[in-house]
């Protein structure tokens, strides 16, 4: 694959049960769900699903891994990618309409604020989901398997790695996200990971 790749989806069925997790609340809360469906309703309608990435080889030295776009000496990373030659590296978002709702509500209503976030964290990982799904099924027909997706910042992969990972893939072009100097995300509910690529032959 050469150079990055966009696509857009259709907007992924609600994962309720997901929300109210993110929410702090507990699956099959009636009285969540109920608050939870009308900030959906007010959502919805002013969301985007789009993804944007690359295909990249994968080396190994030692302890050291080449992602091609950055290197790292992760090794909870490592232990993912082991057995692959290739990755790909995506960003993922829903667009700013989370964050605009977060802002009009923070100061009238926490809970809604809450719920709100809550809603924008469910509708990306649906999409981050949606993708891995899609991308599964084409590499799938290509002989490969998918890792689970990684992301900077989660286990010892420092969040530093975002400055490379937008270097590589320029969401700000291709998808309206940009990183600021504290390595947070605009819009929010964006995400970036890695999934490793494995032969199943």
Excluded: W
């Amino acid at each position: 694959m050469n150079g990055v790749l966009v696509k857009s989806y259709p907007a992924p069925a609600v994962n309720y049960g997901e929300a109210c997790r993110y929410a702090g609340g507990k699956r099959g809360d009636a009285a969540l769900e109920s608050a939870l469906e009308e900030c959906y309703a007010g959502l919805l309608g002013g969301l985007c699903y789009r993804v944007c990435y690359t295909e990249l080889a994968l080396q190994k030295k030692g302890e050291l891994l080449d992602l091609s776009f950055a290197q790292t000496t992760s090794a909870d990373l490592k232990k993912m990618l082991d057995g692959c030659e290739r990755i790909l590296l995506f960003a993922a978002t829903v667009g700013q309409a989370p964050d605009r709702m977060i802002l009009r509500h923070m100061r009238l209503s926490p809970y809604k604020t809450l719920l709100f976030q809550a809603a924008g964290s469910e509708r990306v990982e649906a999409l981050c989901d949606l993708f891995c799904a899609d991308m599964a099924k084409d590499y799938g027909q290509k002989g490969f398997g998918l890792t689970p997706r990684f992301s900077p910042g989660y286990g010892d992969l420092p969040l530093s790695l975002q400055r490379e990972v937008f270097a590589a893939l320029m969401p700000e072009r291709h998808l309206g996200v940009t990183l600021n100097e504290s390595l947070l995300m605009s819009p929010s509910k964006s995400v970036t990971a890695i999934i490793g690529l494995r032969s199943k032959s």
